[in-house]
């Protein structure tokens, strides 16, 4: 079992910065795929930015140039570096991990089984 704890969501203004931490616990070993969601306001999941276990990055084309994931190996935490926020970027954010296979585009957000695991999820919110 993994166990995963988020920390630094928050309130920002539009152009702002935040950085999202998840530090990861427990059997850790086996993790192939490592990423952050964010559950929209209309209650969509959606797949943000992902670092696999070979610290290949991704990001989905409307974060891209703004927003990228990565990791502290030795620590065993997971990072979100979001910049030039906007109002659509508002949105419960969750970090996620998937062993032996790579994160699914869009899962129901929090809902966890034998392969995933999330973090408790938190709120970032942009003021325009």
């Known amino acids: 079992e993994v166990h995963l704890v988020e920390s630094g969501g928050g309130s920002v203004q539009a152009g702002g910065s935040l950085r999202l931490s998840c530090q990861m616990s427990g059997s850790t070993f086996d993790i192939s795929d490592m990423g952050w969601y964010r559950r929209l306001p209309r209650n969509e999941c959606e797949l943000v930015s992902t670092i696999h276990a070979d610290d290949m990055p991704w990001s989905r084309d409307s974060v891209k140039g703004r927003f990228a994931a990565s990791r502290d190996k030795y620590n065993e935490v997971i990072f979100l570096q979001m910049n030039s926020l906007n109002a659509d970027d508002t949105a419960v954010y969750y970090c996620?991990?998937?062993?032996?296979?790579?994160?699914?585009?869009?899962?129901?957000?929090?809902?966890?089984?034998?392969?995933?695991?999330w973090g408790q999820g938190t709120q970032v919110t942009v003021s325009s």
């Open positions: 996620a991990v998937r062993l032996r296979d790579w994160l699914p585009q869009s899962p129901e957000c929090g809902k966890a089984d034998e392969n995933m695991y």
